[in-house]
């Protein structure tokens, strides 16, 4: 499925359910994060910022082991953030000059609706990049119907955009 078709999708759910209209809990879920890499070359890093829905990401760590980490909540578990940089580290992986690059999470902070996190990493590189290989599976182990929207910068300009699923959640791109 293509980019632009994903948005015209989402979009016209969104203006198909009017203000004040009750919405049927049969409506289908929509499972769906994006992913926003950048390439700086000033800081010799690629800084990474992944905006995901927190109840998806509570059920994908629970799924994994974890007990309850009440995340986004006044109560959140202390070792929330190491199991969120985990996650993180195991699903959304970049390679660079055939190297596996190791990430550092910068952080997390609730969406303005407080129904997702805006994650932050940031991955250091040593030398110039002209190639960078991403996988991004998030939450593909939870939801067969998983998109991955991943928009790919060099100096806040835009290179690529890919868009993930269960079966194809791997690219290349030349920087």
């Not at 055939?98 to 940031?122: N, R, V």
């Not at 939870?142 to 079966?167: C, G, H, P």
Request: glycine share 4%.
């Amino acid at each position: 499925m293509a980019l632009s078709t994903l948005f015209l999708l989402v979009s016209q759910l969104w203006v198909s359910v009017a203000p004040g209209v009750a919405v049927s809990s049969k409506l289908h879920d929509i499972h769906v994060s994006r992913t926003e890499v950048n390439y700086d070359t000033q800081t010799s890093s690629v800084q990474v910022t992944v905006h995901l829905f927190i109840d998806d990401l509570e059920k994908s760590l629970v799924k994994s082991g974890h007990k309850a980490l009440k995340l986004g909540q006044h109560n959140e578990a202390v070792q929330a953030d190491e199991a969120v940089a985990h996650y993180l580290e195991q699903h959304c992986t970049l390679v660079a000059a055939g190297k596996s690059l190791k990430p550092t999470f910068i952080g997390k902070e609730l969406s303005d609706d407080q129904i997702a996190f805006y994650c932050y990493l940031e991955y250091p590189i040593s030398g110039s990049v002209q190639e960078l290989s991403i996988k991004n599976n998030i939450l593909t182990e939870l939801y067969s119907d998983q998109k991955n929207m991943v928009f790919i910068t060099k100096n806040k300009k835009r290179v690529a955009s890919f868009l993930f699923d269960s079966e194809q959640y791997s690219d290349k791109v030349r920087l």
